[in-house]
């Protein structure tokens, strides 16, 4: 039965292993779970507990009205048990954290020039949406040289509207045999959703759109200084 006991623990660790590449591909972006499981734009998974059959069915199938989608047509049978494997590993008594790196000794000071007024305001207003000097996420495009906000919607701007009569703004990323994936822009920061064709009913353009969290202008000549002196 020893002998039994670990074949059984080498199987489970393989699993794990295969679980882990295969998170690591498809599930650890930003926009999902994050490194490792830890917290990103999904919820955070490390140090949590689930039940198997509960995290087999919603990975295969995905979870209605939300963010997360089903894998079942992208990953096998036995791909989607091994990413389950792995998720559990990183429950309370699971992987262990990684242990911090050590803290160097300090240093000659050296002084910091102040951040610009305006940098708060890009990152607050416009960084979930937009890069710019090294900062922000390029969902919509690049505001490296904006002078003022855009009247109406942006062209990058569609309306989704799925058969079962959920309707989104979005901006579209990819279209790939039976799969659209979009950013839905129902509110900030922008959620990464990916659509079987077939439940898509349409996707047209916006003939407006109200721009979330939009600046004043004393906030934008700020964030436009801010952006001019970037290097």
């Known amino acids: 039965m020893i002998w039994l006991a670990l074949f059984l623990a080498g199987a489970d660790q393989n699993a794990v292993s295969r679980g882990e590449k295969i998170f690591a591909q498809s599930c650890s972006v930003g926009y999902c779970h994050g490194m490792a499981g830890a917290a990103a734009r999904g919820p955070r998974l490390r140090g949590r507990t689930f039940a198997k059959d509960y995290l087999y069915k919603a990975t295969r199938d ?46 000659p000071s050296v002084a910091q020039a102040p951040a610009h007024p305006g940098q708060a305001l890009f990152v607050e207003r416009c960084g979930g949406c937009h890069a710019a000097a090294g900062k922000g996420t390029a969902v919509g495009p690049s505001i490296s040289r904006v002078t003022a906000m855009p009247a109406g919607a942006p062209k990058q701007v569609q309306i989704v509207k799925l058969k079962d009569g959920e309707t989104f703004p979005a901006v579209v990323v990819s279209r790939e045999e039976g799969f659209v994936q979009v950013y839905d822009l129902t509110s900030p920061p922008p959620v990464k959703r990916t659509l079987e064709s077939a439940e898509i009913a349409s996707i047209t353009a916006a003939a407006s759109w109200p721009h979330p969290a939009a600046p004043t202008p004393e906030e934008l000549a700020s964030i436009i200084g801010y952006l001019r002196a970037a290097p």
Do not use: F, H, N
Not at 82 to 102: D, K, N, R
């Open 62 to 107: 995905g979870i209605p009205k939300s963010a997360m989608p089903g894998w079942k047509e992208r990953l096998k049978d036995d791909e989607i048990w091994a990413v389950v494997e792995y998720i559990q590993s990183l429950s309370a008594g699971g992987a262990p954290e990684t242990a911090p790196a050590a803290t160097p000794a300090p240093g």
